[in-house]
Protein backbone atom coordinates (compact mmCIF):
# COMPACT_ATOMS: atom_id res chain seq x y z
CA UNK A 1 0.00 0.00 0.00
CA UNK A 2 2.71 2.09 -1.12
CA UNK A 3 4.61 1.67 2.16
CA UNK A 4 1.87 2.25 4.65
CA UNK A 5 0.37 -0.47 6.83
CA UNK A 6 -3.81 0.35 7.23
CA UNK A 7 -4.24 -1.51 11.11
CA UNK A 8 -8.07 -1.92 12.28
CA UNK A 9 -8.00 -1.51 16.04
CA UNK A 10 -10.49 -1.30 18.05
CA UNK A 11 -12.68 -0.37 15.44
CA UNK A 12 -10.14 2.70 14.82
CA UNK A 13 -8.41 2.99 11.63
CA UNK A 14 -4.94 3.48 12.29
CA UNK A 15 -2.08 4.45 9.58
CA UNK A 16 1.25 2.92 10.35
CA UNK A 17 3.96 5.02 7.95
CA UNK A 18 7.64 4.61 7.53
CA UNK A 19 10.22 6.10 9.65
CA UNK A 20 11.08 9.61 10.26
CA UNK A 21 7.87 11.27 9.04
CA UNK A 22 8.00 15.08 7.74
CA UNK A 23 8.20 17.04 9.53
CA UNK A 24 8.19 20.42 6.83
CA UNK A 25 8.76 23.35 8.66
CA UNK A 26 8.75 22.55 12.08
CA UNK A 27 9.71 25.04 14.20
CA UNK A 28 11.42 23.10 17.09
CA UNK A 29 11.41 19.87 18.58
CA UNK A 30 9.63 19.53 21.98
CA UNK A 31 6.83 22.07 21.45
CA UNK A 32 3.37 21.16 22.37
CA UNK A 33 2.25 18.76 19.12
CA UNK A 34 -0.94 20.99 19.29
CA UNK A 35 0.68 23.40 17.52
CA UNK A 36 2.03 22.29 14.49
CA UNK A 37 -1.80 20.41 14.42
CA UNK A 38 -3.29 23.64 14.04
CA UNK A 39 -1.15 24.86 10.91
CA UNK A 40 -2.23 21.43 9.40
CA UNK A 41 -4.06 21.67 5.85
CA UNK A 42 -5.91 18.32 6.59
CA UNK A 43 -6.85 19.48 9.73
CA UNK A 44 -8.60 22.76 8.20
CA UNK A 45 -10.25 20.92 6.01
CA UNK A 46 -11.99 17.93 8.71
CA UNK A 47 -13.21 20.97 10.52
CA UNK A 48 -15.03 22.20 7.53
CA UNK A 49 -14.01 25.92 8.01
CA UNK A 50 -16.35 28.57 6.23
CA UNK A 51 -14.06 31.55 4.26
CA UNK A 52 -14.53 34.27 6.90
CA UNK A 53 -13.30 31.45 9.68
CA UNK A 54 -10.66 30.28 7.39
CA UNK A 55 -9.24 33.94 7.22
CA UNK A 56 -9.60 34.93 10.96
CA UNK A 57 -7.67 31.41 11.53
CA UNK A 58 -4.92 32.43 9.05
CA UNK A 59 -4.49 35.87 10.03
CA UNK A 60 -4.48 34.35 14.07
CA UNK A 61 -1.83 31.63 13.25
CA UNK A 62 0.49 34.19 10.75
CA UNK A 63 0.40 37.02 14.22
CA UNK A 64 1.42 33.70 16.14
CA UNK A 65 3.67 32.09 13.96
CA UNK A 66 5.40 35.85 14.07
CA UNK A 67 6.20 35.54 17.54
CA UNK A 68 6.30 31.69 17.55
CA UNK A 69 9.75 31.61 15.59
CA UNK A 70 12.02 33.50 17.68
CA UNK A 71 11.71 30.91 20.53
CA UNK A 72 13.22 27.85 18.10
CA UNK A 73 16.85 28.91 19.30
CA UNK A 74 16.30 29.58 23.14
CA UNK A 75 17.07 27.78 25.90
CA UNK A 76 14.37 24.91 26.61
CA UNK A 77 13.62 26.29 30.05
CA UNK A 78 12.53 29.92 28.33
CA UNK A 79 11.48 28.76 24.94
CA UNK A 80 9.32 25.37 26.05
CA UNK A 81 6.79 27.49 28.76
CA UNK A 82 7.07 30.20 26.15
CA UNK A 83 5.52 28.11 23.02
CA UNK A 84 2.85 26.54 26.01
CA UNK A 85 1.80 30.10 26.59
CA UNK A 86 1.23 31.01 22.45
CA UNK A 87 -0.81 27.48 22.17
CA UNK A 88 -2.80 28.89 25.54
CA UNK A 89 -3.51 32.04 23.80
CA UNK A 90 -4.04 30.97 20.26
CA UNK A 91 -6.46 27.94 21.75
CA UNK A 92 -8.41 31.15 23.68
CA UNK A 93 -8.39 33.30 20.76
CA UNK A 94 -9.60 30.70 18.63
CA UNK A 95 -12.91 29.92 21.12
CA UNK A 96 -14.39 33.22 19.99
CA UNK A 97 -13.56 31.73 16.42
CA UNK A 98 -14.98 27.93 16.01
CA UNK A 99 -17.87 26.48 17.17
CA UNK A 100 -17.50 23.95 20.34
CA UNK A 101 -18.04 20.81 17.83
CA UNK A 102 -14.93 22.53 15.47
CA UNK A 103 -13.11 22.85 19.16
CA UNK A 104 -13.83 19.22 20.50
CA UNK A 105 -12.85 18.12 16.83
CA UNK A 106 -9.04 19.75 17.60
CA UNK A 107 -8.71 18.00 20.84
CA UNK A 108 -9.68 14.64 19.09
CA UNK A 109 -7.53 15.01 16.15
CA UNK A 110 -4.55 16.10 18.58
CA UNK A 111 -5.23 12.54 20.31
CA UNK A 112 -5.34 10.79 17.59
CA UNK A 113 -1.84 12.46 16.50
CA UNK A 114 -0.15 11.09 19.90
CA UNK A 115 -1.66 7.75 19.39
CA UNK A 116 -1.18 5.50 22.54
CA UNK A 117 1.36 8.31 24.25
CA UNK A 118 -2.18 9.88 24.92
CA UNK A 119 -3.14 7.22 27.01
CA UNK A 120 -0.52 8.38 29.96
CA UNK A 121 -1.34 11.77 29.90
CA UNK A 122 -3.48 12.78 32.85
CA UNK A 123 -6.43 14.16 30.96
CA UNK A 124 -7.49 11.13 29.06
CA UNK A 125 -5.66 8.37 31.87
CA UNK A 126 -8.65 9.83 33.93
CA UNK A 127 -11.29 9.37 31.17
CA UNK A 128 -10.69 6.40 30.92
CA UNK A 129 -9.95 5.00 34.47
CA UNK A 130 -6.58 4.03 33.89
CA UNK A 131 -5.06 2.15 37.00
CA UNK A 132 -1.51 2.38 37.98
CA UNK A 133 -0.43 -0.55 37.50
CA UNK A 134 -1.75 -0.42 34.03
CA UNK A 135 -0.21 2.90 33.77
CA UNK A 136 2.65 0.94 34.37
CA UNK A 137 2.66 -1.36 32.01
CA UNK A 138 1.72 1.07 29.13
CA UNK A 139 4.40 2.86 29.95
CA UNK A 140 6.40 0.18 29.62
CA UNK A 141 5.37 -0.68 26.11
CA UNK A 142 5.76 2.67 25.26
CA UNK A 143 9.48 3.18 26.05
CA UNK A 144 10.23 -0.13 24.65
CA UNK A 145 8.56 0.82 21.29
CA UNK A 146 10.90 4.51 21.22
CA UNK A 147 13.78 2.53 22.12
CA UNK A 148 13.31 0.34 19.43
CA UNK A 149 12.55 3.24 16.85
CA UNK A 150 15.16 5.02 17.54
CA UNK A 151 17.58 2.27 16.77
CA UNK A 152 15.94 2.04 13.41
CA UNK A 153 16.73 5.67 12.85
CA UNK A 154 20.54 5.25 13.56
CA UNK A 155 20.54 2.22 11.32
CA UNK A 156 18.93 4.65 8.37
CA UNK A 157 21.58 7.58 9.50
CA UNK A 158 24.08 5.01 9.01
CA UNK A 159 23.43 4.02 5.38
CA UNK A 160 21.11 0.65 5.54
CA UNK A 161 18.48 0.48 3.07
CA UNK A 162 15.23 2.42 4.06
CA UNK A 163 12.48 -0.19 2.88
CA UNK A 164 13.12 -2.93 5.12
CA UNK A 165 14.04 -0.37 7.90
CA UNK A 166 10.30 1.10 7.00
CA UNK A 167 8.79 -2.63 7.02
CA UNK A 168 10.27 -2.74 10.55
CA UNK A 169 8.82 -0.07 11.97
CA UNK A 170 5.55 -0.52 10.52
CA UNK A 171 5.91 -4.25 12.33
CA UNK A 172 7.11 -2.64 15.50
CA UNK A 173 3.68 -0.12 15.41
CA UNK A 174 1.25 -2.50 14.99
CA UNK A 175 3.30 -4.69 17.75
CA UNK A 176 2.64 -1.21 19.92
CA UNK A 177 -1.07 -0.91 19.39
CA UNK A 178 -1.65 -4.77 19.59
CA UNK A 179 0.11 -5.21 23.01
CA UNK A 180 -1.73 -2.18 24.42
CA UNK A 181 -5.14 -3.15 23.26
CA UNK A 182 -4.63 -6.35 25.99
CA UNK A 183 -3.74 -3.95 28.18
CA UNK A 184 -6.90 -2.07 28.35
CA UNK A 185 -10.70 -3.52 28.93
CA UNK A 186 -13.34 -3.61 26.37
CA UNK A 187 -14.38 -0.78 28.25
CA UNK A 188 -11.75 1.19 28.04
CA UNK A 189 -11.15 0.55 24.57
CA UNK A 190 -14.68 1.71 23.94
CA UNK A 191 -13.85 5.10 25.66
CA UNK A 192 -10.60 5.19 23.69
CA UNK A 193 -12.51 5.08 20.59
CA UNK A 194 -15.17 7.78 21.50
CA UNK A 195 -12.39 9.89 22.29
CA UNK A 196 -11.15 9.94 19.32
CA UNK A 197 -13.87 10.70 17.37
CA UNK A 198 -14.75 10.22 13.41
CA UNK A 199 -11.93 8.32 11.46
CA UNK A 200 -9.19 10.76 10.22
CA UNK A 201 -6.16 9.80 8.03
CA UNK A 202 -3.05 10.43 9.72
CA UNK A 203 -0.88 9.83 6.51
CA UNK A 204 -2.47 13.55 5.81
CA UNK A 205 -0.48 15.27 8.34
CA UNK A 206 3.16 16.09 7.88
CA UNK A 207 2.28 19.07 5.56
CA UNK A 208 2.46 21.71 8.28
CA UNK A 209 2.65 25.40 6.80
CA UNK A 210 3.32 28.17 8.66
CA UNK A 211 3.91 32.37 8.12
CA UNK A 212 7.68 33.18 7.42
CA UNK A 213 9.70 35.47 9.25
CA UNK A 214 10.50 38.67 8.34
CA UNK A 215 13.92 39.41 6.10
CA UNK A 216 15.15 41.75 8.81
CA UNK A 217 17.45 44.20 7.32
CA UNK A 218 20.41 43.31 10.06
CA UNK A 219 23.48 44.75 8.10
CA UNK A 220 25.05 44.78 4.64
CA UNK A 221 23.17 43.11 1.63
CA UNK A 222 25.33 42.06 -1.24
CA UNK A 223 24.35 41.59 -4.97
CA UNK A 224 20.92 43.32 -4.27
CA UNK A 225 19.26 45.97 -2.25
CA UNK A 226 17.61 45.54 1.03
CA UNK A 227 14.82 42.66 0.43
CA UNK A 228 11.70 41.27 2.00
CA UNK A 229 9.34 39.01 1.88
CA UNK A 230 6.71 41.97 0.27
CA UNK A 231 8.95 42.66 -2.76
CA UNK A 232 9.43 39.01 -3.37
CA UNK A 233 5.41 38.25 -3.11
CA UNK A 234 4.68 35.46 -6.38
CA UNK A 235 8.58 34.20 -5.97
CA UNK A 236 9.71 31.01 -4.26
CA UNK A 237 12.34 32.03 -1.69
CA UNK A 238 15.31 29.89 -0.99
CA UNK A 239 16.74 31.71 2.29
CA UNK A 240 20.19 29.82 4.08
CA UNK A 241 21.90 30.51 6.79
CA UNK A 242 25.55 29.98 6.49
CA UNK A 243 29.03 31.25 7.82
CA UNK A 244 32.17 30.99 5.60
CA UNK A 245 34.90 29.19 7.62
CA UNK A 246 31.89 26.52 8.59
CA UNK A 247 32.95 23.58 5.99
CA UNK A 248 29.59 22.08 6.23
CA UNK A 249 27.91 25.24 5.01
CA UNK A 250 30.59 24.82 2.26
CA UNK A 251 29.77 21.52 0.91
CA UNK A 252 26.02 23.22 -0.03
CA UNK A 253 28.14 25.55 -2.03
CA UNK A 254 27.52 23.42 -5.08
CA UNK A 255 23.72 23.11 -4.66
CA UNK A 256 23.00 26.89 -4.33
CA UNK A 257 25.04 27.34 -7.40
CA UNK A 258 23.70 24.61 -9.23
CA UNK A 259 20.37 26.52 -8.06
CA UNK A 260 21.27 29.51 -9.14
CA UNK A 261 22.00 27.81 -12.74
CA UNK A 262 18.80 26.37 -12.49
CA UNK A 263 16.24 28.56 -11.91
CA UNK A 264 18.28 31.64 -13.19
CA UNK A 265 14.85 32.54 -15.30
CA UNK A 266 12.28 31.40 -12.90
CA UNK A 267 10.23 32.40 -10.66
CA UNK A 268 12.64 31.55 -7.50
CA UNK A 269 15.32 34.05 -5.57
CA UNK A 270 17.68 32.73 -3.44
CA UNK A 271 18.68 34.72 -0.43
CA UNK A 272 22.47 34.01 1.60
CA UNK A 273 21.93 35.22 4.87
CA UNK A 274 25.99 35.35 6.41
CA UNK A 275 25.62 35.07 10.14
CA UNK A 276 29.24 34.59 11.62
CA UNK A 277 30.15 33.22 14.76
CA UNK A 278 33.87 34.18 14.60
CA UNK A 279 35.05 37.73 14.76
CA UNK A 280 36.66 36.70 11.15
CA UNK A 281 33.28 36.14 9.67
CA UNK A 282 32.31 39.36 10.55
CA UNK A 283 34.65 41.10 8.60
CA UNK A 284 32.08 42.24 5.63
CA UNK A 285 34.64 42.47 2.49
CA UNK A 286 36.14 38.98 3.47
CA UNK A 287 32.16 38.13 3.66
CA UNK A 288 32.16 39.85 0.17
CA UNK A 289 35.08 37.92 -1.18
CA UNK A 290 34.35 34.49 0.08
CA UNK A 291 30.71 35.18 -1.68
CA UNK A 292 32.60 36.64 -5.29
CA UNK A 293 34.85 32.91 -4.86
CA UNK A 294 32.22 30.82 -4.80
CA UNK A 295 30.28 32.07 -7.34
CA UNK A 296 27.38 33.31 -5.45
CA UNK A 297 24.79 35.64 -7.37
CA UNK A 298 22.06 36.06 -5.83
CA UNK A 299 21.42 38.52 -2.71
CA UNK A 300 23.59 37.98 0.15
CA UNK A 301 22.74 39.48 4.07
CA UNK A 302 25.70 40.36 6.10
CA UNK A 303 23.27 39.38 9.08
CA UNK A 304 26.42 41.03 12.07
CA UNK A 305 23.70 41.80 14.35
CA UNK A 306 22.33 38.23 14.11
CA UNK A 307 19.18 40.15 13.95
CA UNK A 308 17.38 37.76 11.07
CA UNK A 309 18.97 34.62 13.00
CA UNK A 310 17.04 35.33 15.88
CA UNK A 311 14.39 36.45 14.14
CA UNK A 312 14.03 33.35 12.44
CA UNK A 313 15.05 31.58 15.32
CA UNK A 314 17.66 29.33 13.54
CA UNK A 315 20.15 27.52 15.86
CA UNK A 316 22.97 25.31 12.42
CA UNK A 317 25.05 26.41 10.27
CA UNK A 318 23.51 25.37 7.59
CA UNK A 319 19.97 25.79 7.52
CA UNK A 320 17.88 26.01 4.05
CA UNK A 321 14.13 27.25 4.31
CA UNK A 322 11.57 26.99 1.31
CA UNK A 323 9.16 29.65 1.30
CA UNK A 324 6.27 29.90 -0.75
CA UNK A 325 4.58 32.21 -2.82
CA UNK A 326 2.77 33.68 -0.87
CA UNK A 327 5.36 34.24 1.85
CA UNK A 328 4.36 30.73 4.16
CA UNK A 329 7.49 28.85 5.26
CA UNK A 330 6.83 25.05 3.81
CA UNK A 331 9.80 23.23 4.17
CA UNK A 332 13.25 23.57 6.44
CA UNK A 333 16.39 21.10 6.21
CA UNK A 334 18.34 21.91 8.73
CA UNK A 335 22.26 20.99 8.58
CA UNK A 336 24.51 19.94 5.19
CA UNK A 337 21.99 18.70 2.52
CA UNK A 338 24.38 15.92 1.12
CA UNK A 339 25.16 14.44 5.02
CA UNK A 340 26.53 10.83 5.34
CA UNK A 341 24.56 10.27 2.19
CA UNK A 342 21.53 12.27 2.54
CA UNK A 343 19.72 13.46 -0.59
CA UNK A 344 18.67 16.47 0.84
CA UNK A 345 19.65 18.97 -2.47
CA UNK A 346 17.45 16.84 -4.53
CA UNK A 347 14.62 16.76 -1.96
CA UNK A 348 14.79 20.29 -1.63
CA UNK A 349 14.97 21.16 -5.56
CA UNK A 350 11.92 18.51 -6.23
CA UNK A 351 10.06 20.62 -3.12
CA UNK A 352 11.10 23.92 -5.08
CA UNK A 353 9.64 22.53 -8.46
CA UNK A 354 6.47 21.84 -6.61
CA UNK A 355 5.90 25.55 -5.44
CA UNK A 356 6.85 27.04 -8.70
CA UNK A 357 3.62 25.54 -9.72
CA UNK A 358 1.16 26.87 -6.93
CA UNK A 359 -0.74 30.16 -7.78
CA UNK A 360 0.48 33.20 -6.32
CA UNK A 361 -2.56 34.65 -5.85
CA UNK A 362 -3.19 35.84 -1.96
CA UNK A 363 -7.33 35.07 -2.24
CA UNK A 364 -8.43 31.15 -1.20
CA UNK A 365 -4.85 30.75 0.24
CA UNK A 366 -4.72 26.74 0.85
CA UNK A 367 -2.39 25.83 3.74
CA UNK A 368 -1.14 22.74 1.87
CA UNK A 369 2.31 21.33 1.61
CA UNK A 370 3.61 18.25 0.16
CA UNK A 371 4.84 15.07 2.29
CA UNK A 372 8.54 14.05 1.87
CA UNK A 373 10.89 12.18 4.27
CA UNK A 374 12.39 15.10 6.96
CA UNK A 375 16.31 15.14 7.38
CA UNK A 376 18.22 13.62 10.28
CA UNK A 377 18.93 16.26 12.99
CA UNK A 378 21.19 14.55 15.04
CA UNK A 379 23.93 17.03 14.72
CA UNK A 380 25.93 19.58 16.04
CA UNK A 381 25.28 23.46 15.36
CA UNK A 382 27.38 23.27 12.25
CA UNK A 383 25.50 20.70 10.85
CA UNK A 384 28.51 17.92 11.22
CA UNK A 385 31.81 17.18 12.21
CA UNK A 386 33.86 19.78 10.68
Not at 46 to 55: F, G, H, I, S
Not at 58 to 81: G, I, K, T
Not at 230 to 236: C, I, M, R, Y
Not at 320 to 349: C, N
Request: glycine share 6%; proline share 8%.
Amino acid sequence: MNGRTVLWIFGVTVLAVGLAPSRAADPFQGADPLWNLLHEPAVHRDLELTATQQRKVDDLLDEMDVRFFPLRNQPPAMSLPAADALVAETMQRLEGMLSPAQLRRIGELGLRQRGPTALVQPTLAERLRITPRQRERLEAVLTETLTATRDLEKRLAAGEPREPLDEAYRELKQDEFRRVGEILSPAQRTAWRKALGADFDLAALGRPVFKAPPLVDSGTWLNSEPLTLEKLAGKVVVVHFYAFSCSNCIRNYPTYVAWQERFRDRDVVIVGVHTPETATEEDVERVRQKAEEAGFRFPVLVDRTKAMWDAWGNSMWPSVYLIDKRGSLRHFWPGELKWQGATGDAWMQDRIEELLTEPAADDDRPRSAPTAPGPDRSRDRRGGPS
